[in-house]
């Protein structure tokens, strides 16, 4: 039986989908001791979403996925953890079978750098906050360095369109082109994506 699969759903989980994430919250909503515990998050997961990680595998038949898609998930891995993703996403998905990504664009993040560069006081600074990356405050007390551990809302890895495509074809992938939002040839993707994650991102798709 074909399944179509999000991982990283965060909270978009159209019913028409397999929906995973890794988040710890999500673990301590579904733990009946935990969840008594942890107060903090006052939006829950949809009672749709199921706890997996895409690096460790998820609970998928190889082969079984005619379609997978993940939106700005990937810069949030290691390199190394990176590829195991993509290892593990091909490894589910049918032959034929399409999978769609979404990044932020590390291309538009540098231009839009360099075109404020002449006018804008802190141009530096708004391509940290821009990109996610580097650290504004150093963790100090104890929750805030576990929340550090646990967390992974930072990017560790950024991405281009011809970086990201010569990532998947190494991976296995075949067919990889720059795609648009609700785009693709297969209509169910019309569940899961959504237009503002498109602004200012690169989205590839391609088949196994």
């Given at each position: ?15 028409s ?26 939006r ?17 038949k190889d ?40 990044v932020?664009?590390l ?14 006081p ?61 785009d ?25």
């Open positions: 039986m074909s399944s179509y699969v999000q991982y990283g759903c965060g909270f978009s989980a159209p019913k989908w397999q929906n995973y994430d890794a988040s710890p919250t999500l673990k301590f909503e579904r733990n009946p001791i935990l969840k008594w515990l942890y107060k903090k998050n006052t829950p997961f949809p009672s749709n979403v199921k706890f997996g990680n895409i690096i460790k595998g998820l609970p998928e082969n079984s996925c005619e379609g997978i898609y993940c939106s700005h998930v990937l810069e949030h891995l290691s390199y190394n953890d990176f590829q195991k993703a993509l290892t593990n996403t091909l490894k589910i998905l049918k032959p034929n079978g399409i999978f769609r990504c979404v932020p664009d291309k538009f993040a540098i231009e839009r750098y360099q075109s404020e560069y002449s006018y804008v802190n141009p530096a600074s708004n391509f940290m906050r821009l990109t996610l990356l580097g650290k504004e405050n150093r963790s100090k007390s104890v929750a805030d360095v576990m929340k550090d551990f646990f967390g992974n809302s930072k990017h560790l890895w950024m991405w281009d369109e011809k970086s990201l495509i010569t990532e998947l074809e190494n991976a296995g992938f075949k067919n990889c082109r720059r795609c648009n939002f609700n693709s040839s297969d209509l169910l993707f019309l569940d899961v994506e959504e237009l503002d994650r498109f602004t200012g991102a690169v989205a590839i798709e391609c088949t196994k």
